[in-house]
């Protein structure tokens, strides 16, 4: 199960930092991945950590978010910075498995706005 | 990184067979046997459905089923039922800096 918090109104230009605490499984042993949706919009793959640690972002994120993990809190974590109307969305957090998004989270409210 | 390209929408009535089309490129769907199918209802969190192009995740109705030919890939849905109402995306594994992309969505509905 995954649990993502951390979201929530801020103004543009601002940071916020999201959580993913699964439970079931640990975060170190897994590639953990970021997901987002914008209103309307389609699903579209922010951010991913392997277990070895590497680390890949989507081009239109890439410099400003950072993807990292704490093993000893099964906990994945997304630090948003220079936030802009166009992050504003939904974002999951999931488990990928076999290269494939096998267990998602319910998904946290970002919102970018003055 | 583009999206992956998908019909905007497909219908069908019940008990029909729909299939939806996943276009990519030898870099993605072509290049690799790891094309994903998500299925998502409104207000919902995305469901995995088919993986590794053809594989059902444990728990998913064989009314599903997904196959690849080149660079596109589908999922096919036979026996239609109300509850299969839903968007649907393909995902593949990709060759680019960024190693996942998604489609740009289906929405299926059941006449």
């Known amino acids: 199960q995954l649990v993502e918090s951390g979201g929530g109104l801020i103004q543009p230009g601002g940071s916020l930092r999201l959580s993913c605490a699964a439970s079931?499984?640990?975060?170190?042993?897994?590639?953990m991945s970021w997901v987002r949706q914008g209103p309307g919009k389609g699903l579209e793959w922010v951010s991913v950590?392997?277990?070895?640690?590497?680390?890949y972002y989507a081009d239109s994120v890439k410099g400003r978010f950072t993807i990292s993990r704490d093993n000893s809190k099964y906990t994945v974590y997304l630090q948003m910075n220079s936030l802009g109307a166009e992050d504003t969305a939904v974002y999951y957090c999931?488990?990928?498995?076999?290269?494939?998004?096998?267990?998602w989270g319910q998904g946290t409210l970002v919102t970018v706005s003055s | 990184q583009s999206a992956l390209t998908q019909p905007a929408s497909v219908s069908g009535s019940p008990g029909q067979s729909i299939t939806i089309s996943c276009t990519g490129t030898?870099?993605?769907?072509?290049?690799?046997?790891?094309v994903s199918w998500y299925q998502q209802h409104p207000g919902k969190a995305p469901k995995l459905m088919i993986y590794?192009?053809?594989n059902r995740p444990s728990g998913v109705s064989n009314r599903f089923s997904g196959s690849k030919s080149g660079n596109t890939a589908s999922l096919t849905i036979s026996g239609l039922q109300a509850e299969d109402e839903a968007d649907y995306y393909c995902?593949?594994?990709?060759?680019?800096?960024?190693?996942?992309?998604f489609g740009t969505g289906t929405k299926v509905t059941v006449l």
């Open positions: 999931a488990r990928v498995n076999r290269a494939s998004l096998d267990s």
């Open positions: 030898s870099s993605d769907v072509g290049g690799y046997n790891y």
């Open positions: 079931g499984f640990t975060v170190s042993s897994n590639a």
């Open positions: 950590i392997y277990s070895g640690g590497t680390t």
């Open positions: 590794e192009v053809s």
């Open positions: 995902s593949s594994y990709t060759s680019s800096s960024h190693p996942y992309v």
